[in-house]
């Protein structure tokens, strides 16, 4: 019989860990949370200093039997649930319901999950921090307070199914205002004037761009100007002035926080943030891998630190001086730099065992894991390698009264790019040119252009700006954007976010008559604040005391002056069912019709979007966008259930020269590729963006 209980949150993990230890150990899931607030209702006494009502979660008692059942044969019981303030509070109602004395230390944590970190951890347990838990408590009081507050009034208001967050009401926000900004901005005219020069010595052509006109920095607005000064420039020889030729350097960056592992799987990998911590997770709990057993190949990947142990430091460098020589090793003092709102409670997302390289565990990982995990383990080996040298050459070439530049950078040291590329590096070559070489002017090649408006947020943007504003944590980034999309308030345009009208009425109505909810500097300072319970520098009730007594006032006065909105739209559409007319109604899924003649019918149809293409299978119907009930857009046919065609990929109305299926259309980052709809066959075609 096992003397000792482990308990960890999930079952993978509790597979893992056990095959670390001996028969001494018995180690048990709790499959996550197992007390928390009711969902039938607010479940915080207000009156009571806002005491929250637990209750064990429904579904749950079968796992809380099992538990305080090898909890009453053990000889000792230690809760090792996630190193962060959400596992704390997991810790805590697990010793809860166990009957476990809060003054005895049962708590142990590890930060990646190997033998000798889930050892060490069992030999120096710790009480639970109520100073962590209190601030996890904290945050779901105010997140309830907020949601169970604002949401059946939004229910009243504008329909059923509607919900208001304190985080996602920010995130929904940021993405409001920046699709005004994009829908406000004034494209302005621009040109700028290049030309094509041939070095005479080499008999080598380069290009310079025009920079000065009359020692001011040149701006052109209108292609009068334009030809003026292309007239200009063929009018006067071109004469190289200066020549600079300097050595630049790049450091690479350091491993991975969570919020810099999305943004960089967002645009290396096109993971979404919520599918980057998933599959991170899965290579924090452990994966079988051939021929030594179940490992947790990285630290925990919930981390705001990019700071790593001496101990991994030294595997590091020992690993890059191994494989590629001392040259590479960083001789420099890099200082960290950290966010104002870092916790610094955990090491950098890393892999567990440097010398475990992507390649050696390629037969043991999935395709996607093996992507996340090759990125994880080439920023994290590149952050200890030295800097990538340049070679810069920057030439002045002054012609009359213009002056151009020609600038050329050469890649002299690898250093980290050995194993870590950075997209924005492109070389560009110049002729061996020295001041008072001779010149010939080609081509002058003035080209219009104009001012873009600011870019839609993408997840990786989003998650950066919220990181920099101060805005949720590093475990709140991927369930905040998973929500405001789920909600409907927020929709993917291939990789962008964009409001949708529900979005832009919801906002509205939170900007409106909750100005202080939705305001990033309040939000922020509410993770401040939430950091200084932590840090027992605050009492939590505090913090709600101060919250609720403005909010529940903002509260009545929006009951008060907010009108019940009808998002009804009617149509010149008659119901198939009883000829009534229909009308647009909104639903979670978007808007769809409704027989007018509710409740006496219930006729309702989907609004069908379609895409101008014949369904390929059945000839008659149309090839229309669907959605998922988690909002992932496919394409089907418009007469289903008749006709059953179905392709995540879009149709692009031609058939395969090859076998005649259905040709579709599959964009990546970095191509568009038309490919045959058949899994059978290998046609494709292949352009770049």
Not at 8 to 34: C, D, M, R, W
Not at 454 to 459: F, I, M, N, S, V
Not at 656 to 682: D, F, H, Q, R, Y
Request: glycine fraction near 6%; include cysteine; aromatic fraction near 8%.
């Amino acid at each position: 019989m096992a003397k000792h209980l482990i308990i960890v949150e999930s079952p993978a993990k509790a597979k893992t860990i056990e095959k670390f230890l001996g028969k001494n150990y018995q180690v048990l899931a709790s499959v996550g949370h197992v007390r928390d607030l009711p969902k039938s209702k607010i479940g915080v006494n207000v009156e009571k200093d806002f005491e929250p009502e637990y209750i064990n979660i429904r579904g749950k008692g079968d796992v809380i039997k099992v538990l305080r059942g090898a909890a009453k044969k053990a000889d000792r019981v230690f809760l090792a649930t996630d190193p962060d303030r959400e596992g704390e509070a997991i810790a805590w109602h697990l010793g809860t319901i166990l009957s476990i004395p809060q003054e005895e230390p049962c708590r142990i944590e590890f930060h990646e999950i190997t033998k000798e970190a889930v050892k060490e951890a069992i030999h120096h347990p710790r009480q639970i921090d109520l100073n962590l838990v209190d601030a996890q408590q904290a945050r779901r009081v105010l997140d309830r307070l907020v949601g169970y507050k604002i949401s059946p009034l939004l229910w009243r208001k504008v329909r059923k199914g509607l919900s208001a967050g304190r985080v996602q009401s920010v995130a929904t926000k940021l993405i409001c205002d920046r699709e005004n900004e994009i829908n406000a901005f004034i494209k302005e005219e621009y040109w700028s004037i290049g030309m094509d020069l041939r070095h005479v010595p080499s008999d080598l052509p380069f290009e310079a761009e025009l920079s000065q006109f009359k020692g001011k920095k040149i701006e052109i607005g209108n292609e009068t100007d334009a030809l003026e000064m292309k007239r200009y420039l063929e009018s006067v020889d071109p004469v190289i002035t200066e020549v600079q030729n300097k050595v630049k350097s790049r450091a690479p960056q350091p491993p991975f926080t969570t919020s810099s592992l999305q943004q960089d799987a967002a645009n290396r990998l096109g993971f979404s943030a919520s599918k980057t911590m998933m599959v991170a997770q899965q290579l924090y709990e452990g994966i079988a891998v051939k021929g030594q057993g179940t490992i947790g190949l990285i630290t925990y990947m919930r981390t705001d630190s990019t700071r790593i142990s001496e101990e991994a430091k030294r595997h590091l460098s020992e690993f890059i001086d191994r494989e590629y020589g001392e040259i590479y090793q960083n001789k420099k003092v890099r200082t960290e730099k950290k966010s104002k709102s870092a916790q610094d409670a955990h090491e950098a997302v890393r892999p567990t065992y440097v010398h475990l390289t992507p390649e050696e565990l390629e037969a043991s990982l999935t395709k996607d894991q093996q992507k996340l995990y090759t990125l994880i383990w080439q920023r994290f080996v590149a952050s200890g390698m030295s800097d990538a040298t340049f070679d810069s050459k920057n030439v002045s070439i002054v012609a009359g009264e213009a002056l151009l530049k020609a600038n050329g950078l050469l890649l002299k040291f690898d250093g980290f790019l050995k194993v870590y590329e950075f997209s924005s590096f492109k070389e560009t070559r110049l002729p061996d040119i020295q001041a008072g070489d001779l010149v010939q002017r080609l081509h002058v090649k003035p080209e219009q252009h104009f001012t873009q408006p600011p870019a839609r947020y993408t997840e990786a943007t989003l998650v950066k700006e919220m990181e920099e504003k101060g805005i949720g944590r590093p475990s709140t980034y991927a369930p905040t954007i998973a929500t405001i999309i789920s909600r409907g308030y927020v929709e993917r345009e291939k990789k962008s976010l964009k409001p949708t009208e529900l979005g832009y009425i919801i906002n509205d109505i939170m900007a409106g008559y909750f100005e202080e909810i939705v305001n990033v500097d309040f939000t922020a300072g509410m993770e401040n604040k939430l950091d200084e319970v932590e840090a027992g520098n605050m009492e939590w009730h505090s913090i709600l005391r101060e919250f609720y007594g403005p909010f529940s006032e903002t509260l009545a006065k929006a009951d008060e002056r907010l009108e019940k909105l009808d998002l009804t739209e009617k149509t010149d559409l008659l119901c198939e069912k009883c000829g009534h007319p229909l009308n647009i109604k909104h639903g979670r899924f978007g808007k769809f019709y409704a027989c007018s003649n509710y409740p006496q019918c219930d006729y309702t149809k989907a609004i069908l979007n379609e895409i101008g293409i014949d369904c390929p299978v059945c000839k008659e119907g149309k090839v229309v966008e669907r959605k998922t009930k988690k909002l992932k857009t496919f394409y089907g046919c418009s007469r289903f259930p008749e006709c059953r065609f179905v392709s995540w990929n879009r149709p692009v109305g031609r058939p395969c020269p090859v076998c005649g299926e259905a040709l579709v259309e599959k964009i990546t980052k970095k191509n568009k590729t038309i490919l045959c709809s058949s899994t059978s066959c290998n046609y494709k075609e292949v352009s770049s963006h």
